[in-house]
Nanobody, 119 residues
Framework: QVHLVESGGGLVQAGDSLRLSCAASGGTFSIYGMGWFRQAPGKEREFVAS????????GFADFVKGRFTISRENAKDTVYLQMNSLKLEDTAVYYC????????????WGQGTQVTVSS
């Protein structure tokens, strides 16, 4: 069982930066990859970024390319989402997730952290 805890959310102004953290515990040795998703009010949850646990291969949604980066610190079992040049439309609850296999859905989810971008 993998337990995920997000942190780092908050209220920022458009153009600011914010770094989210996701600390994993439990069976982290079984993790293949980690991902960040977000859900804005009235919208469905959407993929933001992902990273593989061992090789650090990354993937990004088109709407965050060039603004967000994802990284991991294996020694701390932590994944980060660095968000730069934040826009109003980035306002959402951001969720961290872990998956055990290369293909298929994510198996474990965190409780989410709120990011609010104001003008």
């Amino acid at each position: 069982q993998v337990h995920l805890v997000e942190s780092g959310g908050g209220l920022v102004q458009a153009g600011d930066s914010l770094r989210l953290s996701c600390a994993a515990s439990g069976g982290t040795f079984s993790i293949y990859g980690m991902g960040w998703f977000r859900q804005a009010p009235g919208k469905e949850r959407e993929f933001v970024a992902s990273i593989t646990w061992s090789r650090g291969s990354t993937g990004f949604a088109d709407f965050v390319k060039g603004r967000f980066t994802i990284s991991r610190e294996n020694a701390k079992d932590t994944v980060y989402l660095q968000m730069n040049s934040l826009k109003l439309e980035d306002t959402a609850v951001y969720y961290c997730a872990a998956r055990l296999r290369r293909l298929g859905s994510y198996n474990y989810w965190g409780q989410g952290t709120q990011v609010t971008v104001s003008s």
